[in-house]
């Protein structure tokens, strides 16, 4: 695993919480803003200015959003 900055792991703990929620409860517009927000914060993050992500990075990244950092579910697929 790739060692990410805190901030932008943060970062993507937070919009994954944001989609979880919206998910739950469509149509919330203040979730899309955030969620807006979100994915601006994390791609535009200076961790990528050297380099642009991979898909693998990018799937890395996302593998820490989840709540119980369980990859299951990606295996399973």
């Known amino acids: 695993m790739r060692p990410f900055p805190d901030d932008l792991a943060q970062a993507q703990q937070e919009w994954s919480a944001a ?4 998910a739950e409860r469509p149509g ?3 979730l899309r803003r955030r969620l807006y927000r979100l ?3 994390l ?20 593998d820490l959003g989840r ?10 697929q």
Not at 19 to 22: A, F, G
């Open 67 to 76: 709540p119980d950092g369980d990859m299951s579910e990606r295996l399973q």
């Open 43 to 62: 791609f535009f993050h200076p961790y990528w200015q050297q380099r642009r992500p991979s898909p693998a990075a990018w799937q890395e990244l996302r």
């Open 19 to 22: 989609y979880r929620q919206l």
């Open 28 to 30: 919330r517009t203040e």
């Open 39 to 41: 994915s601006a914060r």
